[in-house]
Every structure is written in structure tokens, then in C-alpha cells.
Nanobody
Framework: QVQLVESGGGLVQAGDSLRLSCAAS????????MGWFRQAPGKEREFVAA????????YYADAVKGRFTISRDNAKNTVSLQMNSLKPEDTAVYYC?????????????????WGQGTQVTVSS
């Protein structure tokens, strides 16, 4: 079982950058595809980005494509989300998670072992 802890959130201005990190415990981290989701107040949790176990494949929600980059370091058991050109609508709690259903689905139900989340607030 993998346990996840996110960090790196904060308060920034529109146009700024942030880098989120997710530290995973457990020796099986490198076997799993990983994902980032976010949840804004009053809204459902939504998919942001995902990366395959090897790091060779990545995919993104349209809202963040070209601005966010997901990466992983299996030697350090970490997955990161580099966020550039941040917008106020990116404000949310960001969560990392492990893919628990095979395939490339981006639903919340396709992922599990959620971390506690890290708050990102972008002011205009």
C-alpha cells in the first residue's frame, strides 16, 4: 500500500509559478501510474494530470495543458507538478493519487490512496 503526502502549495499572484511535490511511502511506488487532481470550494474533484509508472506517458486536462507539467522520480518516490502561468481559476486543494484501475481513465474512481492535499491560492 502506498501512502502519499503533498507539499508545495501556497499563495501566489496570477502569472506566478509553483511546484507541488508528492512523497510516497512504500517500495511499490514505481509500479503505479500517478495522478494529480484538484478541488475548488463548492466544486467536485477534477483531474489535472497523470503520468505512467515509467514516466514515459503523461496526459493533462485541457484547462492546464501547456502550463502544467507532471514528472516523477522513482528513485526518490516522488511525483511533482510544475505549475506555470497560474490563474485565479487554478485556486484549489491539490491532491495526488495512485491509479487503482487499469487504463487511462481520469475519473476520481480510477484513483485511490489519496493524500491529504495542499492548498494553492492564486490572487488576481
Amino acid at each position: 500500500q502506498v501512502q502519499l503526502v503533498e507539499s508545495g502549495g501556497g499563495l501566489v499572484q496570477a502569472g506566478d509559478s509553483l511546484r507541488l511535490s508528492c512523497a510516497a511511502s512504500g517500495r511499490t511506488f514505481s509500479r503505479y501510474d500517478m495522478g494529480w487532481f484538484r478541488q475548488a470550494p463548492g466544486k467536485e474533484r477534477e483531474f489535472v494530470a497523470a503520468i505512467s509508472w515509467s514516466g514515459r506517458s503523461t496526459y493533462y486536462a485541457d484547462a492546464v495543458k501547456g502550463r502544467f507539467t507532471i514528472s516523477r522520480d522513482n528513485a526518490k518516490n516522488t511525483v511533482s507538478l510544475q505549475m506555470n502561468s497560474l490563474k485565479p481559476e487554478d485556486t484549489a486543494v491539490y491532491y495526488c493519487a495512485v491509479r487503482v484501475r487499469a487504463g487511462t481513465g481520469t475519473r476520481v474512481a480510477d484513483f485511490g490512496s489519496w493524500g491529504q492535499g495542499t492548498q494553492v491560492t492564486v490572487s488576481s
